[in-house]
């Protein structure tokens, strides 16, 4: 009883450590761009701006410029920012406990491009329709993430295990192939070139609030449809049969977390195009932190990714001001070399 109060114990801290450094690398960011803003004012301004504490929070002092460029252009951005990430950790810690596979994450195994097939195929037709409150292009993208899903599991399963070696293979195939129709629409529609190529390098420029709308509540409600999986996704580690004797209805738990996982890649790609490598990374770094139960590696992970892509995203936005770097280009750089150690870790293990 005493261990397991030391380990609940711990695991608060960790998560009150996490939001306290995610509040300090939102300040951070916020007071990072062209307009010169103190790091008190802009603490201040955030805080203002959370339900309750705000009451407690005045604005006094600070211009009425600032504080429009704070909750108007940096903080939307920041907080989408931190959805997405939040939303691609996740889906790499559900598909790498699904298919008990360190490499699964929704770029490498071909969701991301079969979810910017689907928007770019909805630019080229010109379908601008809202159903539901959702665009056609996040309904498209949510369709060609899951088809690409569905496609590379069926490919690269081989009996009831899926091998790294056809994961990875299936993942590239498919994921190439998607991005040769892609580049195909491209050529076809010059006039919408510019738009699809933003969803194949990945940008949160220009974002704001109306975006932070769209992908707020299926973003949180995916996740936590992943994080009731926790104890099924924990069981699944120790081997499917070992969970099927324990009452885990496998292939229904792979079924929710496949079109669970689209869900969330869709719409995250909806509002961002193609940012890779994020849920490889940030799934491997959190366990490292919590190890490896789920019902804390989940929220953990969505977590550290927001702040992850936070970070990424400023260095994007600032470091060669006033032109900004896709932030698909930094994830990449960072997660290009990270793919390599996993490949040789993996290769030495084997």
């Known amino acids: 009883m005493e261990a397991k109060m030391k380990e609940w114990m711990k695991t608060y801290q960790i998560f009150i450590a996490l939001l306290i450094l995610l509040f300090i690398v939102m300040v951070g960011a916020s007071v990072m761009g062209a307009a010169s803003i103190k790091v008190i004012d802009s603490a201040r301004i955030i805080l203002n701006q959370i339900p309750i504490l705000g009451r407690w929070v005045t604005l006094d002092g ?84 899951l088809a690409a899903t569905l496609i590379v599991y069926q490919l690269a399963k081989v009996k009831e295990k899926v091998p790294v070696t056809t994961l990875l293979l299936a993942g590239i195939a498919t994921g190439q192939f998607f991005s040769a129709i892609l580049s195909f629409i491209m050529v076809l529609s010059t006039n919408d070139v510019a738009t699809i190529v933003y969803w194949t390098m990945g940008s949160f420029s220009s974002r704001g609030w109306n975006h932070v709308q769209i992908v707020f509540i299926p973003i949180l409600l995916g996740s936590a449809v992943i994080y009731i999986l926790a104890k099924d996704l924990n069981l699944l580690l120790l081997g499917e049969d070992t969970a099927h004797n324990t009452g885990v209805d496998v292939e229904k738990v792979k079924g929710i977390v496949l079109v669970v996982g689209a869900f969330i890649t869709a719409f995250a790609v909806s509002v961002s195009g193609i940012i890779g490598f994020v849920g490889l990374i940030i799934p491997h770094i959190t366990r490292m932190i919590v190890g490896p139960d789920h019902r804390v590696l989940i929220p953990a992970s969505g977590l550290i990714g927001g702040i992850f892509l936070i970070m990424a995203d400023t260095f994007a936005r600032t470091i060669i001001s006033p032109t900004e770097i896709p932030v698909g280009i930094i994830t990449a750089l960072v997660g290009g070399p990270f793919f390599i150690y996993l490949l040789r870790r993996t290769k030495r293990m084997a």
């Open 62 to 145: 600070i211009s009425e410029a600032h504080i429009r460029i704070i909750t108007s252009i940096r903080l939307p951005r920041m907080f989408l920012t931190l959805l997405v990430g939040f939303g691609l950790s996740v889906v790499g810690v559900a598909f790498q406990g699904m298919l008990k596979n360190p490499m699964a994450d929704p770029f490498i195994i071909g969701t991301s491009s079969g979810a910017a097939l689907g928007a770019a195929i909805a630019i080229l037709f010109k379908f601008n329709r809202v159903i539901l409150g959702l665009s056609m292009t996040s309904i498209f993208a949510f369709i060609g993430a």
